[in-house]
C-alpha cells in the first residue's frame, strides 16, 4: 500500500479513479488480492498489513489465514492459483478446500484468477479453473503477474 496516497493525489489531478489493494501472500494459504470497498474497510486492510509487518524482518510480512478471515468486512477478495512450471497440471485438493473456505466465508465478494503465464500449461490450466469457476459459482477475473513496476527492480 506504500505510495496509495501520493497515487491518489496524482490520479485526482489526471481524473483516473485510483482502485487501492494489495496481494497478500499468506504463510499458510493461498496468496490472494485484496480491495477495500470502502474506508473502513481500507483501514483495516493497512492495520492488518501492520500487524504482518510487525512479525517479520524488515521488508517482510507474516500474514495467516484467520488473520484475513478475521478482517475480511468490506473486502474484494481474488483467489490466486499458483502452479509449478514443470509439473503436470491437477488442482490439488489443498486449494480446492481452500477455495471452499473462502466462498463461505466471502460469498460473492471472491473471485478466481486466470493469469497467463506462459509457461506450457495455460491452456490446461484456464480449462481446469474456468471448470471450478462454474462449479463453485466463483466468477473469474483476468489477471497479471507484475512483481515489480520497472525492470530494473527484478530480483
Sequence with gaps: MAGIVRAHAAGRTHGIRIIPGCRLDLLDGPSVLAYPKNIEAYARLCALLTMGNTRAEKGECFLYKND?????????????????????????????????????????????????????LDSKILFRLEEISRQYKIPLVATNDVHYNHPSRRN
Excluded at 99 to 107: D, M, S, V
Design 68 to 120: 484475513l478471515l478475521l478482517n475480511k468486512e468490506g473486502l474484494i477478495l481474488i483467489l490466486l492459483y499458483e502452479s509449478e512450471p514443470d509439473q503436470e497440471f491437477e488442482v490439488d485438493k489443498k486449494f480446492l478446500n481452500e477455495l471452499i473456505e473462502y466462498k463461505e466465508a466471502f460469498q460473492d465478494q471472491i473471485y478466481l484468477a486466470v493469469t497467463r503465464k506462459y509457461q506450457g
